[in-house]
């Protein structure tokens, strides 16, 4: 993936374009590598993440709050964000990191994800990371509750939007297999026919691809 590309999923567009590059690359692939800009990351997100929360939910607890807070920032839930952004597609990994599947790794995305966070404060200042944190978690945040349950995946959370306006389910079909059978990568679409919305989306697992691709068609819904 180019970084125009990915820039235009992620919503900001860099101005230093050497903070981005630093962002995607691991450790693994050469230094400066992205872990000090996850440190700053991983802040700037617990900060976003705590006033959306404090805002939405006005008479909640400290410890109610804390516990959606960690619901929310754990690295499953960055996670799913990096795969829906294909954010594996532009790191800059070692060619250990990539014959293992690094792209793919949930620690990996995550703290590149956070790095991302962290680039973009120090290019454009707190409010532009907050509203870029703020927008990709609009949909987590509007399906947490107080009562601080796991956050449900995409396709979970597909089908009971689907269900609640009583549409019909989303059909899955996997379009590509590519790569050695110990590196393989799926491709999977998502068809939405009520709402004609049609996704796609690539994992190292065909479960995977089918997350991103409905994390895709959600990103789709009109009013989203």
Not at 13 to 23: S, V
Not at 69 to 77: K, P
Not at 83 to 88: D, E, K, P, R, Y
Not at 211 to 222: F, G, S
Request: glycine fraction near 8%; aromatic fraction near 6%; include cysteine.
């Amino acid at each position: 993936m180019s970084d125009s590309r990915l820039e235009r999923a992620f919503g900001y567009k860099f101005l230093d374009r050497e903070l981005l590059q630093t962002a995607l690359t691991h450790r693994s692939y050469c230094s400066p590598h992205n872990e000090r800009l996850e440190f700053l990351g991983d802040a700037i997100l617990n900060a976003v993440i705590a006033r959306r929360l404090f805002e939405r939910f006005p008479t909640l607890p400290e410890g109610d709050l804390s516990r959606l807070r960690a619901n929310l920032v754990r690295q499953d839930s960055l996670h799913q964000q990096a795969l829906a952004l294909s954010l594996g597609d532009a790191l800059r990994l070692g060619e250990g990191e990539q014959k293992s599947g690094g792209q793919q790794r949930p620690s990996i995305l995550a703290d590149a994800l956070e790095a991302l966070f962290g680039a973009v404060w120090l290019d454009g200042g707190f409010e532009a990371a907050s509203e870029v944190i703020s927008r990709l978690y609009r949909g987590m945040l509007e399906q947490t509750t107080p009562g601080g349950q796991a956050i449900k995946d995409a396709k979970t959370r597909l089908q009971e939007y689907l269900q609640g306006r009583r549409l019909a389910l989303p059909q899955y079909a996997l379009t590509a297999t590519e790569g050695e059978a110990h590196a393989q990568r799926f491709t999977v679409s998502c068809v939405v026919d009520a709402l004609q919305i049609r996704s796609e989306g690539s994992g190292a697992t065909r479960r995977a691809a089918e997350q991103v691709a409905a994390e895709r068609a959600l990103a789709a819904v009109p009013g989203s």
